[in-house]
C-alpha cells in the first residue's frame, strides 16, 4: 500500500481543539487581602507562571483567597504550587481556596488540602481553621498561558 504525500492519519486530519487558555486575575481590596480568580486549565505549562503571581500575592497579603468557580482542570502539577507556596508562606499566612467545583474538586478531595490551606463554599476535604472575607476591588489583570 502506497500513501500519497497528502496522506494524513485521522489524528492529523482534525483540526486542533481550542486549547482552554489559563488566565489568573490578581485582586487586592482596601485593607490588603489578596485574591486570584483562575480560570481555563492550571497544568504544568503555566505552573511556573501562576506560582510566580501566587508568591507575588502572599507577599502583599497573608490571606490569599484563590477563586477556583472558572477553573477546569488542575494536574498534579498545580497540586504542587499550592503545597510550596503553602510551605514557604509566612507562619501566620493562610490560603483559602472558595468556588471548588469539578475535577478540580475532586482531585482536592483525594489528595487532600496542604497546611495552611482552607476551602470555603465547597465540598470540604478535612481541614483545620477559618475563613475570611473575599470581598475584593480590582487593582491589576494578569493572564497567564498561550
Known sequence: MSLSPH????????????AVRF??????DA?????????????????GQFETRLA?????SSAVVLDLRRLTFMDGAGYAVLVRAARASRPEAKMILT??????SR????VGLPEKVEMQGSAKPAEVGSVADSSATSRSEIAIGA
Do not use: I, M, W, Y
Open 7 to 18: 496522506h494524513r492519519s485521522p489524528v492529523e486530519a482534525q483540526p486542533p481543539s481550542a
Open 23 to 28: 488566565k489568573c486575575v490578581c485582586k487586592l
Open 31 to 47: 485593607r490588603g487581602s489578596a485574591s486570584l480568580e483562575l480560570s481555563g486549565e492550571l497544568d504544568r505549562a503555566v505552573c
Open 56 to 60: 507575588e500575592a502572599q507577599r502583599a
Open 99 to 104: 468556588g471548588c467545583t469539578g475535577q478540580v
Open 107 to 110: 482531585l482536592l478531595n483525594l
